[in-house]
């Protein structure tokens, strides 16, 4: 009987890890994609200088800034009507039209906000919606793709888009010397070819919904004000830092924390929050409190070694290790830690805002001026070093105050049973 048991046991096992290795293709998928995207940047760095890659990073960092009222969270919720709807195409179509008329709107916006504020070289900065639209409206689509169970395909057409947008910029290098708005039009466009490739997998339907379209925009702002405020908290200091120093200053800013921060994104984003949604939606949240709690000293540890592995290889990547400073790396390590718990943290609160949600909003409002003025003056006073050191301490600021807000609300519960 043993001998007739054991190879069933054994196709069990086979099967359980490819079962676990095709559930986190997806996620390492991404993840390669965005080390092709931060290798392509790096190039820049090395090849063509600090002062374009400067300039490169923050348009990417006003990019990201327009990308928050072309959104407007609409990918949420046009997710959550596709999960729960027949009619997939309309809610992709609708949500298409919203996406696209936004991201319209807030570009002429911005054209014109270019041509009568008395910005220098000022259309240098245009390309800056180009990017903040691609980016949108790929985030959409990925979104729904997603939702859809289309999870290989979304990463795979990521991975692609990455790989076409290193060899345009190789072949641009080859050619001589760039600028950053032919690097960010690069950019652009490899965002809109792969969200055209993947509304093609999503066939959305032609039309309109007028009351979906209400819904959208209503529930999707609500949804993500609080993430609106964290990405503008931190938005603005690639900007700030670079009305004071100057886009050489910005590029070393960059290869120390923008870096870190993008792996932080990935993991995170495609990753560690699907887990997390998986796992505490199927608990209480006074149990999801606990384990946030329980598993935060761990996720400081891993974080705070995986960003200084991460700015050394980015400073040798660049071709600027004699730019390293261990008092730098320090600092890097402990804001970029304090950055991914904050993330964490605030997945665990949109997924149980019973734990207070509402409170982790109202901290982030009281923190907004403060933070951006922290960082204003960390620019001006210490330029690259005083940057490092307002994201960190800002960090660690909101990541103390959501882990208090998490323990009041986990007061008096019962220990979790594992």
Same mark, same amino acid.
């Given at each position: 009987m043993t001998g007739v048991a054991a190879p069933?046991?054994?196709?069990?096992?086979?099967?359980?890890?490819g079962a676990k290795?095709?559930?986190?293709?997806?996620?390492?998928?991404?993840? #390669?994609?965005? *080390? &092709?995207?931060?290798?392509?940047? !790096? %190039?820049?760095?090395?090849?063509?200088?600090?002062?374009?890659?400067?300039?490169?990073?923050?348009?990417? #960092?006003?990019? *990201? &800034?327009?990308?928050?009222?072309? !959104? %407007?969270?609409?990918h949420v919720n046009a997710s959550r009507a596709m999960a729960a709807r027949a009619d997939g195409g309309a809610v992709a179509g609708t949500a298409l039209v919203v996406v696209t008329g936004a991201s319209l709107l807030v570009s002429a916006g911005y054209a014109g906000l270019l041509a009568l504020a008395p910005v220098p070289d000022a259309a240098r900065l245009w390309p800056a919606a180009a990017l903040g639209a691609s980016v949108s409206v790929m985030s959409l689509a990925e979104s729904l793709l997603r939702i859809r169970g289309r999870q290989l395909l979304a990463s795979g057409l990521r991975l692609a888009g990455a790989g076409g947008y290193l060899l345009a910029l190789v072949a641009v290098l080859a050619g001589g010397h760039g600028d950053a708005g032919t690097y960010a039009a690069l950019f652009a466009a490899a965002n809109a070819v792969c969200a055209a490739l993947m509304l093609l997998g999503l066939r959305p339907a032609a039309g309109w919904d007028a009351g979906l379209a209400r819904t959208l925009l209503r529930e999707g702002w609500v949804y993500s004000t609080g993430q609106s405020l964290l990405l503008l908290l931190f938005g603005f200091d690639v900007i700030l830092l670079m009305q004071a120093s100057g886009p050489a200053a910005?590029?070393?800013?960059?290869?120390?924390?923008?870096?870190?921060?993008?792996?932080?994104?990935?993991?995170?984003?495609?990753?560690?929050?699907?887990?997390?949604?998986?796992?505490?939606?199927?608990?209480?949240?006074?149990?999801?409190?606990?384990?946030?709690?329980r598993h935060a000293p761990r996720l400081l540890g891993l974080a705070a070694a995986g960003a200084s592995g991460v700015v050394l290889?980015?400073?040798?990547a660049a071709g600027a290790l004699h730019r390293l400073e261990a008092g730098w790396v320090a600092l890097t390590a402990i804001g970029c830690s304090?950055?991914?718990?904050?993330?964490?943290?605030?997945?665990?609160?949109?997924?149980q805002p019973a734990l207070g949600l509402a409170r982790i909003r109202t901290a982030l409002t009281v923190a907004f001026v403060p933070g951006l003025a922290?960082?204003?003056?960390?620019?001006?006073?210490?330029?690259?070093l005083g940057m490092i050191a307002?994201?960190?301490?800002?960090?660690?600021?909101?990541?103390?105050?959501?882990?208090?807000?998490?323990r009041r609300s986990t007061a008096g519960a019962p220990p979790v049973q594992y």
């Open positions: 069933p046991r054994r196709r069990g096992r086979a099967g359980a890890l290795a095709r559930s986190w293709a997806p996620a390492m998928m991404s993840a #390669a994609a965005s *080390v &092709i995207v931060t290798v392509a940047s !790096l %190039l820049i760095a090395r090849f063509d200088g600090f002062g374009a890659f400067g300039t490169f990073v923050a348009m990417q #960092a006003i990019g *990201v &800034i327009l990308g928050i009222p072309m !959104l %407007l969270g609409v910005v590029a070393v800013y960059a290869l120390y924390i923008g870096s870190c921060r993008r792996v932080i994104g990935v993991l995170f984003t495609d990753s560690l929050a699907s887990l997390l949604i998986a796992s505490l939606s199927r608990t209480g949240s006074s149990s999801s409190g606990r384990v946030a709690l290889a980015s400073l040798a304090a950055h991914a718990l904050v993330f964490v943290l605030f997945c665990v609160f949109t997924v922290l960082q204003a003056a960390g620019a001006a006073v210490g330029g690259v307002a994201f960190a301490a800002l960090n660690v600021a909101l990541a103390w105050r959501f882990l208090v807000i998490i």
